[in-house]
């Protein structure tokens, strides 16, 4: 896949600890911040299945929980 350039502020403490990361790790700013945005969205995102079971799981225990309400 292309690489896209982006320009950002970021906090100054938080830059020097990423830049810290980066010299223990001896990975790029670049690789870092690519692996930092997948695993962010990875986190963010909710798969339909786990909805469509949560959906599913509310329907089937509405009864109770109207009960919990009370």
Do not use: C, F
């Not at 870092?32 to 786990?50: F, H, K, N, S």
């Amino acid at each position: 896949m292309a690489n896209i350039k982006i320009s950002s502020k970021v906090d100054e403490a938080a830059w020097a600890a990423l830049k810290s990361v980066v010299q223990a790790s001896q990975q790029s700013i670049s690789g870092l911040l690519t692996e930092a945005i997948q695993e962010y969205l990875q986190r963010r995102r909710v798969r339909p299945v786990v909805l469509d079971h949560l959906k599913d799981s509310v329907d089937e225990n509405r009864e109770m929980g109207e009960l919990l309400v009370k």
